[in-house]
């Protein structure tokens, strides 16, 4: 008798959700203090069709938003939606979303989701256009900021707190060996469009955001047409032979000036955050030693530490320091200091 091999990204606090549901005036257990009043929203990949478990990555299912309402001291509701991409439309026997797809190209918005401008958004990286929600979390469809958005967005842009603007680093592997650098204002219409040269096609799942500079990071996790012929349902992959960069640009230029800067060989989801002190930059950053090279299903190469890069401007090094041998992932920080020395 065979067996189904067994994928960690599909069991336990993994495991798919399999319906939608909507519970409104939930118990409390103590007391909801009346002054918090908002939603509270998560968004994760949640496979709405039973996957083969031996070629599953978990970056790619379906992506579903949990929400819960609390206002005036009650749990108002709590509800979940798959996001209405292409195929969750189509396996649930529903019309297709508006707005259109870029290159014919509709990855579940599974990632992150934000409020901008009195909105919602369901957002993934990769080459994708962020799902906009209703406040009840239903798909409006996929969105192009006002037609201002040319291509795909990112799942991870950061808000300046002074300003308001929403700013991204985005890739998409169609564009080849070019990232793009956006900036979106507080009416959710993009304003800045800068391109951004790289060494070939990474995948940059984050970046950094000081009061005066956009970092990058340009590391050796790279798309793979070979794999993607292959029928990997996942098409990045370690490259030991990709130089490990840093690129540093002004936030008000046309990127011509990015400066590159070597670290060792790593991978980088997430960034806690990052600021300009003197003629350094810091960049407080959760650093993989690895990724996706002997396991294929998710992030798991070895534990991921709290490091400080300080970019020395003036000396043209990164200064490497480990800040915190524990295990973690997702960092935090306060937005109201995001860019800005925490």
């Not at 680093?169 to 070019?178: C, E, I, L, R, T």
């Not at 951004?196 to 950094?208: N, R």
Request: aromatic letters at 10%; charged letters at 25%.
């Amino acid at each position: 008798m065979t067996t189904t091999p067994a994928n960690p990204y599909l069991e336990g606090n993994f495991g798919p959700v399999h319906e939608e549901v909507t519970l409104t005036d939930l118990p409390v257990t103590g007391r909801i203090p009346e002054h918090l009043d908002g939603r509270y929203l998560r968004n994760g990949p949640n496979p709405i069709v039973a996957p083969d478990p031996s070629r599953y990555h978990w970056f790619m299912g379906d992506g579903m938003v949990h929400g819960l309402r609390l206002r005036d001291g009650r749990a108002e509701w709590y509800r979940n939606r798959w996001s209405r991409s292409v195929h969750v439309a189509d396996t649930l026997g529903e019309p297709h979303p508006s707005g259109t797809s870029v290159s014919g190209f509709d990855l579940a918005p599974n990632t992150n989701v934000i409020g901008h401008a009195g909105r919602t958004f369901a957002i993934v990286e990769a080459g994708s256009r962020p799902y906009e929600l209703t406040d009840e979390l239903d798909t409006v469809g996929a969105c192009d900021f006002d037609g201002t958005l040319p291509g795909g967005y990112t799942a991870h842009p950061k808000r300046d707190p002074e300003t308001g603007e929403l700013h991204a680093v985005s890739y998409f592997w169609a564009w080849g060996k070019k990232l793009q650098y956006t900036v979106i204002d507080p009416q959710a219409r993009v304003r800045r469009i800068v391109d951004i040269e790289v060494t070939g096609s990474p995948m940059v799942h984050d970046f950094s955001l000081t009061e005066r500079h956009v970092v990058v990071y340009d590391l050796p996790v790279t798309f793979s047409m070979a794999h993607v012929e292959a029928g990997d349902a996942f098409p990045y992959r370690w490259d030991a032979d990709y130089p490990a960069l840093v690129g540093v640009i002004y936030r008000y230029t046309d990127g011509s000036d990015i400066r590159w800067f070597d670290v060792d060989p790593c991978y980088v989801f997430d960034p806690l955050n990052a600021y300009d002190e003197g003629s350094t930059v810091v960049l407080d950053v959760v650093r993989h030693p690895s990724m996706f090279d002997t396991e294929r299903r998710g992030p798991s190469e070895g534990p991921p530490n709290l490091h400080r890069w300080t970019v020395d401007l003036a000396g043209g090094k990164v200064i490497e320091t480990l800040l915190d041998d524990r295990v973690q992932e997702f960092p935090r920080v306060d937005e109201r200091v995001v860019g800005r020395r925490h």
